[in-house]
């Protein structure tokens, strides 16, 4: 996993306990995807010019431990895997001051063309995530 997206939890994102309401962690990890792709060059302008875009088809998360106001939190990613039509990410939010796993689970991008349907994955996109990469995702 790539570290690629920190953020210091608002007030606004804790709930009447005190800590990170849940749906939050949904934000973040679409926020550590943005910066995934910046990361490998290849942000929505650059899908957009190539005439393709990505919906989300799937979120999963499992909760580990709270996160409070003020906390720094470092989001990570990686692609596991990239299907036909579908990229799968694995995504992990971490604390930053004692390194506690708060989150952690996948989201799944489906790649579509102008008109909404669905597209394979470009070859040059495949190619950016292996050289940013440790290892190549699963095909």
Do not use: C, K
Not at 32 to 41: C, H, S, T, W
Not at 56 to 69: E, T
Not at 117 to 136: C, H, I, K, L
């Amino acid at each position: 996993m790539h570290d690629v997206f920190e953020n210091r939890v608002r007030f606004a994102e804790t709930d009447q306990q005190g800590v990170v309401f849940y749906g939050e962690y949904v934000t973040y990890q679409d926020e550590a995807v943005n910066a995934y792709l910046r990361a490998i060059d290849y942000d929505y302008d650059a899908m957009l010019a190539a005439g393709w875009d990505v919906h989300v088809a799937h979120v999963d998360l499992d909760y580990r431990a709270p996160a409070r106001f003020g906390d720094v939190l470092v989001n990570a990613l990686r692609v596991e895997s990239i299907g036909e039509s579908s990229v799968r990410f694995a995504y992990r939010a971490r604390r930053r001051r004692d390194d506690a796993v708060l989150a952690e689970g996948h989201v799944v991008h489906v790649a579509v063309d102008e008109a909404g349907g669905s597209t394979r994955v470009p070859d040059d996109f495949r190619d950016a995530v292996v050289a940013f990469q440790d290892e190549p995702p699963e095909q």
